[in-house]
């Protein structure tokens, strides 16, 4: 329950604009040590884009919607904020299908089994060698998250000085040259000869982004450090209850720490100028006037523009490159190839179309303003380590739900006829998956009491108009480095806005993006070095 407007002070230590995920943890943090926090929410729910939703009427199955797993989210901001979070781990890795000599198969990496990827990696490839260099390049990884991950939840460090952390050893070095100061391509093709296998390491530095292997701007190198380095061990993790129990362990946490919500308001001005900061919203047909003496912001540098009338200034590597799709399946899909059994293939993440040479293909005819000829995506389903979202018939009947990330659909493909661009996509992504399988994924999909599939497909447009992200981007900007990048931002916490006292707690921060909570504890921490300054 929101806290009603009669009970509502004129006047907070602190209020934040936006009850996602970050916002969350910020409040938690700031009404744990003693500060008034009120959280105001546009939508008549908590959580943002780390809600689960009832998103097919017929089927009690509560789908995480826009975000699925969770990697960067800080041990210690769990340990802190006492959450009963459980974060179960998927016995594959990935599982990636392929034809070779006119037959099916698939490579299949396991998170519980080393020898079942090196056995899969010499049916693809006819030795182990290729299984021995992808551990190499991975421990680049895995090194450069060492030196880095702890520092996520301090003052930026200058980058010259972050990088003498990794003068130790000659991997340190490498790890850093690698992955922080020449294009991923150089390293990817240093390290790994396979086509398919290229590709595999390559998504991680794509998705959500529209970005290339040699891109100068290393916005993939920034991509990939984001999906590798969380907790020092980059695993993604499925979230038992889906992404809403993230959200309700969240508010909860808030709830107790004497944080209050108002949801269902909408913001018509911010004074951010003068001696203490104001926020202007509408509730209920009614307008109100708060007081903070600090203003959090847990929605994009775009928006908060639009509030101040100032002009936003997109860098080109902002631009989101993401399409999704989330169904509910009556049953699992039998695949083509048969030396592994589906339930292996689908509970990992599922690859198609995203050999490296493919994904070169795809990216130039999206640049040239048209929906790639095929389309990489993966796929995974949280129900095959997680079952609880779904009600027990369900489960029983054999449910499961799926969901699609799809690459290389940049905002701007879609800006001008959403509506047929996105029809248009979601056919080529089924068709993508379906090249793979004995039976079409539609006639595995739930159908509704009307006759609809269960299917509910995003583009990036849809994103930005259900969560304001700009151009669609789930990181809100393009991803940043661990580090400060100019000598105004070392020793900063990343959060600092033009304006006094007025804070960015969510994904606009630097450090921001994917669900990490990082932004909303540095922009906690800010608050309150503030004050004892």
Known sequence: MSTSMSRVKSKYDVVILGAGHNGLVAASYLGRAGLTVLLLEKNDYIGGATTSQKVFPDYDARLSRYSYLVSLFPEKIIRDLGLNLELRRRATGSFTPYIKDGKHNGLLLS????????????????????????????????????????????????????????????????????????????????????????????????????????????????????????????????????MGAVARELEEAARRSGAEFLTGIRISALGLNGKSRTVEFEMAEKTETIEAQFVLVNFGRNVLAKFTGKPFQPDATDEGSVFKINMLLRKLPKLKAKKYPATDAWCGTFHSDESYEQMNLSYGQAVQGRLPEKTPCEVYCHTLTDDSILAPDLREQGYQTMTLFGLDVPWSLFARDNRTLRKEAEKKFLASINQWLEEPLEDCLAVGRDGTLCIESKSPVDIEDSLGMFHGNIFHDAPTWPFATTKTQAGTWGVETEYENVFFCGSSALRGGAVSGIPGHNAARKVLETIKT
């Open 111 to 242: 998170n519980v089994d080393d020898q079942v990827g090196r056995q899969s990696m010499i049916d693809l490839t006819g030795s182990d060698k290729e299984f021995a260099q992808l551990k190499k390049f991975y421990n680049l990884s895995r090194v450069f998250a060492e030196h880095s991950w702890d520092s996520m939840l301090e003052p930026l460090i200058a980058k010259e000085e972050f990088r003498r952390r990794f003068d130790v050893d000659g991997v340190s070095r490498e790890a850093w040259r690698s992955l922080a100061e020449e294009p991923l391509g150089g390293a990817i093709e240093r390290y790994l000869q396979n086509d398919l296998v290229r590709g595999l390491v390559l998504t991680d530095g794509k998705v959500g982004l529209f970005t290339h292997p040699h891109d100068p701007s290393l916005l993939q190198n920034r991509c990939f450090l984001y999906h590798l380095i969380g907790n020092k061990t980059g695993e993604w993790k499925v979230p038992v209850g889906g």
